[in-house]
């Protein structure tokens, strides 16, 4: 069956541009997750949704990240006004509730380059 | 804070030569520890969930093991092919749903 999907899988885009990044997780999975990847790191975990809002949005470092998920789907993460900092690949994951001891199946990333 | 380290950080194993990684955590309430593998360019890949101390699990050449305070992962007679960064991951229930954090993960390089 299908996995999850990142669109695009690579992103370069200047500083102070606005950026989407699109997350389309396993079908029937209502819980979703956005991390963020640097070079030689572990995923950081930056916002959790369940079913159509987000209840977790701790890990978001600024008001610049912002992220939704509408019709309890498929996910945006927005980025406004981007800095070089950003610059890092950006996994989505989901699984099936959010229960305990769940798996959560990620997708391939989408590499953010911001020059 | 939840704390999970994983070392070493770097491993470079001839070709069947026996190891082990370790990932070492310190949280409040675990629910599953997880090992995913993660090769150049990809997301990371599922391996194994771990619930309670002595529990172990074995995958082909793969197995994880768990006590109270850290996970193993052993890899008996490794191929080129198991070349990729193994991340271990905590799970623990906070603000009524279940948050996972990351350790930064060992490279392991395997020569032929």
């Known amino acids: 069956g299908a996995g999850v999907s990142q669109t695009p899988s690579n992103k370069v885009t200047e500083k102070g541009k606005y950026v989407e990044l699109r997350c389309d997780p396993i079908s029937g999975h209502t819980a979703l997750y956005w991390y963020r990847q640097s070079l030689g790191q572990g995923p950081e975990f930056l916002i959790y949704f369940q079913g159509t809002g987000a209840a977790d949005d701790s890990g978001l470092p600024n008001d610049r990240f912002f992220a939704v998920r509408p019709e309890g789907s498929v996910s945006t993460l927005k980025i406004q006004r981007t800095e070089r900092g950003d610059s890092a690949v950006y996994l989505c994951?989901?699984?099936?509730?959010?229960?305990?001891?769940?798996?959560?199946?990620f997708g391939p990333g989408t590499r953010l380059l911001v020059l | 804070e939840d704390q999970v380290t994983q070392s070493p950080e770097a491993l470079r194993l001839q070709e069947g030569e026996s190891s082990s990684l370790n990932c070492s955590y310190t949280v409040s309430g675990l629910r599953g520890l997880f090992w995913y593998r993660q090769d150049p360019g990809k997301g990371p890949e599922f391996l194994f969930t771990l619930y309670s101390a002595g529990e172990e699990k074995e995958k082909e050449r793969l197995k994880a093991t768990l006590t109270k305070k850290e996970s193993f992962l052993h890899i008996t007679a490794p191929k080129p092919e198991d070349s990729a960064t193994y991340l271990c991951a905590v799970q623990v229930r906070t603000g009524g749903y279940q948050k996972v954090t990351f350790g930064i993960g060992t490279k392991l390089q395997v020569i032929p």
């Open positions: 994951a989901s699984s099936l509730t959010g229960g305990q001891q769940e798996t959560q199946y």
